[in-house]
């Protein structure tokens, strides 16, 4: 079964400072990678995703993500944050099989603050 | 663009009162999904369905079904409200690997 694990669970940084959130996950195939951001009582918003090709992606917002399987690791990075990125961020790991069917299994988020 | 739609976005019950969460896919998807987040916490599978039938079940109390219907639509079923049953129930729908989340309904269960 897949896992994965966000080992911080808040992080401050200060408005303009470099962002990066860790994302490391457990899958025995190559697996479907995601970021979502939620804000308080809102829905998930996807930022970006990883299903091949090439490591680093980018997604909305200027956040980038780099897979690198021999850590499986996902890491989401911002250069510069913006005080309206303050929110919860989850990484998530999706598992798909010859349906088509994909089960999305979350991490227990990272709840971003962005301090002036 | 098309977006998931659930509906009510928002519903109130009484314990041991039933409840039940409609899901609209985006067309031409064939596949749903049920997750439920609680307060605070990361949203967790509860059930899919693929081209109608169940295609894998998570942590979903025996007290809650789900169908899928011919128009591809899905109905999430919560009998027996307890307390804890308060979350936030997430849709989504699929095509293939990407996920598309709805908006969520708030359940509030007094």
């Known amino acids: 079964a897949q896992s994965v694990t966000q080992p911080d669970i808040h992080i401050t940084v200060s408005e303009g400072a470099s962002l990066e959130l860790r994302c490391n996950y457990s899958y025995g195939a190559t697996p479907y990678l995601f970021w979502y951001v939620q804000s308080p009582g809102q829905g998930l918003q996807l930022l970006l995703k990883?299903?091949?090709?090439?490591?680093l992606v980018q997604g909305i917002k200027g956040f980038e993500a780099e897979f690198k399987r021999s850590q499986s690791s996902f890491n989401l990075r911002k250069p510069s944050v913006h005080w309206s990125d303050a929110a919860e961020y989850f990484c998530a790991v999706g598992a798909g099989n010859s349906g088509g069917y994909q089960k999305v299994t979350f991490g227990t988020g990272t709840k971003l603050q962005v301090i002036p | 663009a098309a977006g998931v739609i659930q509906s009510p976005r928002h519903l109130i019950k009484e314990k041991r009162e039933t409840a039940t969460l409609k899901c609209y896919p985006i067309?031409?998807?064939?596949?749903v999904y049920w997750y439920q987040q609680g307060p605070g916490q990361d949203p967790q599978f509860l059930i899919s369905f693929y081209e109608k039938m169940q295609s894998d079940k998570g942590s979903i109390p025996d007290r809650f079904s789900a169908q899928q219907f011919s128009d591809y639509h899905s109905e999430l079923n919560m009998s027996s409200l307890e307390l804890g049953d308060s979350a936030l129930y997430f849709c989504a729908s699929s095509s293939g690997p990407l996920q598309y989340f709805g908006p969520g309904t708030r359940l509030t269960v007094l």
């Open positions: 990883y299903f091949s090709g090439d490591t």
């Open positions: 067309p031409r998807h064939d596949t």
